[in-house]
Every structure is written in structure tokens, then in C-alpha cells.
């Protein structure tokens, strides 16, 4: 794994020269990566979502059994596709208001220098 070989507590120092890069692309971009991975999410909990919906088992105690283990498996599988498809398109929107405040920002400072 990255930064296997480094001391721990040091895999992420690094030295960015003092700046700070960031742009409405990057973030767009950071943004609809985002909402694919939600969207993604979104599909293979539709179609997760309908397995073991009947007992193929039988109706005996381990066809019950079977069926009662798969089901819960699937419905915690569900909850968990939910949760993280939520999460990505919350990150989503929260990278494409980044994208916007940093456009509103680059434009009053435009219009303030334009205006000096």
C-alpha cells in the first residue's frame, strides 16, 4: 500500500511550496465523479434489491432458515447501498457548490480589480 515504507504518522507530508491549488474544473470534475459513483450505487441497489425475494427452499425449517438468512443479508446489503449512494451524491453537491463559490469569488475579485 502507498506508504508502506515511510515512518508512520509521515505518508502524507508533503511539501506544496506554500500554495494552495484549487479550480472550478478540478472540483466540477470532482463533483460528477461523485454522482456517477451515486448513480452507480443507486442501480446495483435496484437490482440487488429483489434477490431472494421467495423461499426456493422449501417450506421446512432450513428452506425458512436459508431463505430468512439470504433475506437478511440482501435487506443489510440494500441499507448499505443506500447509505453510501446518499453520502457520494451528498459530496456531489457539496463539490459543485465548491465549484460555484470558487467561480463567485473569482468573479467579484475581477470585478473589484476591474473597478480599481
Not at 472550478?24 to 454522482?35: F, I
Not at 450505487?41 to 428452506?63: A, I, Q, T
Request: aromatic share 8%; glycine share 6%.
Amino acid at each position: 500500500m502507498a506508504g508502506d515504507d515511510t515512518q508512520p504518522g509521515r505518508q502524507y507530508d508533503f511539501d506544496t511550496g506554500d500554495l494552495l491549488e484549487s479550480s472550478e474544473t478540478w472540483w466540477k470534475a470532482r463533483g460528477k465523479t461523485a454522482e456517477t459513483a451515486a448513480n452507480d450505487l443507486e442501480s446495483l441497489m435496484r437490482r440487488v434489491k429483489p434477490l431472494f425475494g421467495e423461499n426456493y427452499w422449501g417450506d421446512c425449517v432450513e428452506g425458512r432458515a436459508t431463505h430468512t438468512m439470504f433475506r437478511r443479508f440482501i435487506d443489510t446489503l440494500v441499507t448499505d447501498l443506500t447509505e453510501q449512494s446518499a453520502s457520494a451524491r451528498n459530496l456531489s453537491q457539496a463539490c459543485y457548490e465548491a465549484a460555484r463559490t470558487i467561480a463567485t469569488a473569482d468573479h467579484n475579485s475581477a470585478a473589484g480589480i476591474a473597478s480599481s
